[in-house]
């Protein structure tokens, strides 16, 4: 069974940063495409970065230059720095890992609030 663990979140003011981290098991991590999604309130959730197994990435228009996302493969974790943060990335950001026969799991999100 997959399982992804995310941390890392909190309350930071604008233009801070913070670093998520998602520990994943059960999975043979460097296989598989790893991705940050995020859902504001009232919104529907959305693609924020994603990193593929050969380590190619693609961003969000909303985030480029300001988040980047990477990948440790020894300990089975993805990160998420995120930059310059703005009251609008204000979110619960959720970890997904499509792995390699298809299948598609989600941590339990980690909140980030952008806020004076």
């Known amino acids: 069974q997959v399982q992804l663990v995310e941390s890392g979140g909190g309350l930071v003011q604008p233009g801070g940063s913070l670093r998520l981290s998602c520990a994943a098991s059960g999975t043979i991590f460097s296989g598989n495409v790893m991705g940050w999604y995020r859902q504001a309130p009232g919104n529907e959730r959305e693609l924020v970065a994603v990193?593929?197994?050969?380590?190619?990435?693609r961003y969000a228009d909303s985030v480029k230059g300001r988040f980047t996302i990477s990948r440790d493969n020894a300990k089975n974790t993805v990160y998420l720095q995120m930059n310059s943060l703005k009251s609008e990335d204000t979110a619960v950001y959720y970890c997904r890992c499509s792995r390699y026969d298809g299948m598609l799991y989600w941590g339990k999100g980690t909140l980030v609030t952008v806020s004076i």
């Open positions: 990193m593929g197994s050969g380590g190619s990435t």
